[in-house]
């Protein structure tokens, strides 16, 4: 095995050993994984029967509020006060009560409660009185409250994308978008952390000042490949382990909540193929309903993406964009003698990567204009943003262009950093500033 | 033979030039001594030799061929300014600088297990090297230094941090080291250690070579003369005898004993001294005092410094 190779082992296993890297790597899928369930998990909690007692001395609701599943009104004439006082030998949950005043417009009501009712409950309260004082109002006014109810309009966009060739495929730009931007995030996150470890590193190496020995006995440029190399593959494990270990959760969730959807699907794709050959018009209402549905687009949004091409295009933006920020972490790294000085070199570093993050949100609302083209073109920019484009299609003259960029980009960067780093790591006690790093990368050691 | 030339070496950095035609040759299985105050440019002709960095005029020879890359599984370095990876078990560690060392896996293993049973650390194979004293740390180090058998070892300031006993150990390692073929490069201040274990030196001042030689030769060049002469009986008596052609520089008392320092001015022939104290007193001993290596180190160097100065 040759030098490189024995730093790079040294640098993976060092890290990968460590009890903190076990531990992100086992706790990150189960954060996320709580993160997808714990929600779902709370709604269900949620959904018991609420019991709602309705005391209204307006007269006016007089059966009007409508109960749905979670959620029961029931009209009772007595008192508020034997209400209440009765309160725990009934198994009502909510006392809801009404008082006259509400008919001179003072729309103060009051709930009591034996435990707090979930927002939902108040919500669905809170928008019934509200929908029946509007009617009334409306009703008050001579307006037709029904036709109102019918000007009332929910669209449903479904998009399209439509080949060269002519083919046409629907997509989901909300499903695409997302999964793009998470492709950036965790990239933008995986350069900041990994590259912040680079630094750190070599700074561990100057103070430890160990970093003498090693380049008695390997070149300068090869320790600090060994290393960048190191902590890349460090990474791509945690990466790694993180997709498997979501992966499987997913797969387990998927199975056991969104099975449904997934058949429904299914059966829509053949109920419509079987319409289509009697006419489109014929299809049942429910059909219709289902189809249109917000779960079946994002559903239908994700078996659209090819995920092994994202995949393989995420891959090469992580390690790619990860090198070119990586040398440069380094070359900082070398040019102080601890973390406190790395702030004015940090600067420059960060601010185009913060950029593409600020650039990659306002892409969404433009994701084929000149700013999305050239931001996703330059190497420094182009990992964050270009992940967001992907899902949404990229023309591959572009894809192929801002690869090789990124390529050059990180060989010059790599290039530089060296000459910083060999110069830098041998220098103690001095407060270095741009000007003496312009002059270690004209004088060659 | 020499193990090493270095001819005509420059280096400039940005600001100063740290070596300034600067030629050492160090023969094979000697301690070569590099002396000079901070600053004079010992560190930066160290890294030269290691091919840290590499000269700006001048050339290198190790064994006759010109020095390269495959040089350096046949050098062995320990910097002045030393540490090791603070997190990694001691074993490992030295396991690692030997394989970049060039040595195989297994090889360095064996040769790690004798060295660590010879300095008794065997039981420190598995603990943290934060957990270890600076001293401890310092052995560590110099194992993993000629764990790989350089023929060229350069030891900066090898005795910085060490106790008196583990410096002594650390002597006779060095020169058991020389005497089973080794040849060594050792830089220091401290002047005692150059006259017990150099054979030769170079100085080096302000970038410059100020001088270089065998060690005794040096010392015997700068002799001014002076005898050493311990006696019994009358001082006065004794004063009277060097009345012409020597200097009495100081004497002290010791017992029964007089123990006196004296420059000769006209020959520097003992036996003329003898003749001329012998029938005054009685002579216990007589011994020539030739300058230390550290007087000469001084007076070199001021007089380099007066000279550019005045």
Known sequence: ?445 | MNLLLAEHIEKQYAHHKALDDVSIAVQKQSVFGLLGPNGAGKTTLIRIINQITAPDKGELFFNGEKLQAKHVSQIGYLPEERGLYKKMKVGEQALYLAQLKGMKKSEAREKLKIWFKRFDIYSWWDKKVEELSKGMAQKIQFITTVLHQPQLLILDEPFSGFDPINTNLLKEEILKLRNEGATIIFSTHNMESVEAICDHIALINQSKKILDGNVKEIRNSFKKNIFEITFKGNLIAFTNALWTGYELLNTKSDGDYTIAQVKTLSSNNPNELLKSVLPEVEVHGLQEILPSMNEIFISKIKEQNNLQHG
Do not use: H
Request: positive net charge.
């Open chain 1, 1 to 445: 095995m040759g030098k490189i190779g024995i730093i790079i082992q040294r640098e993976y296993f060092s890290r990968v050993k460590k009890k903190s890297f076990i531990i992100m790597t086992l706790l990150g899928p189960v954060l996320m994984a709580a993160i997808m369930i714990v929600p779902l998990w709370i709604a269900m909690q949620d959904k018991t029967v609420q019991r709602i007692q309705v005391i209204d001395d307006s007269g006016l609701f007089q059966n009007l509020l409508q109960s749905d599943e979670y959620n029961q009104f029931d009209f009772t004439p007595i008192n508020i006060f034997t209400a209440k006082e009765n309160f725990y030998s009934t198994d009502y949950n909510v006392i809801l009560y009404i008082p006259p005043s509400i008919i001179k417009g003072n729309y103060n009501v009051q709930l009591f409660y034996k435990k707090q009712p979930g927002v939902s409950t108040e919500m669905f309260v809170r928008s019934q009185l509200e929908e029946r004082i509007t009617d009334m109002k409306l009703f008050a006014n001579k307006i037709d409250v029904e036709l109102i109810k019918k000007t009332k309009t929910k669209i449903n966009l479904s998009t399209n994308k439509i080949e060269e060739d002519g083919k046409s495929t629907q997509t989901s730009t909300t499903v695409n978008m997302f999964i793009g931007f998470v492709g950036a995030i965790l990239i933008y996150i995986f350069i900041f952390l990994y590259g912040v470890q680079v630094m750190r590193g070599v700074i561990e190496e100057k103070t430890n000042r160990i970093v003498e020995v090693i380049i008695s006995s390997v070149r300068p440029f090869q320790l600090m490949m060994g290393k960048i190399v190191g902590i890349a593959l460090v990474g791509l494990t945690q990466f790694l382990l993180w997709t498997i270990l979501t992966f499987t959760i997913y797969t387990i969730t998927y199975t056991v909540f969104l099975g449904k959807v997934d058949n429904k699907i299914e059966q829509i794709e053949k109920i419509k193929q079987s319409q289509l050959e009697k006419g489109p018009f014929n299809a049942p209402e429910e059909i219709k309903k289902m189809d249109s549905s917000e779960v079946i687009q994002i559903m239908r949004g994700l078996k659209q993406i090819d995920f092994v091409a994202l995949f393989l295009c995420f891959v090469f933006y992580f390690i790619a964009g990860y090198l070119l920020y990586g040398a440069l972490f380094a070359a900082i790294g070398s040019a102080v003698d601890n973390e406190a000085d790395t702030q004015q070199f940090m600067l420059p570093v960060t601010v185009p990567l913060i950029l593409s993050f600020i650039v990659a949100q306002s892409i969404m609302q433009n994701p084929e204009g000149a700013l999305s083209f050239w931001f996703s073109v330059i190497p420094f920019t182009s990992p964050v943003v270009m992940m967001v484009r992907l899902p949404l299609g990229v023309p591959i003259w572009q894809l192929a262009t801002s690869m090789l960029l990124l390529a050059a980009g990180f060989i010059a960067t790599t290039w530089l950093a060296g000459k910083i780093y060999r110069t830098g790591i041998l220098m103690y006690g001095k407060k270095i500033t741009y000007s003496e790093i312009l002059k270690w990368l004209r004088f060659n050691s």
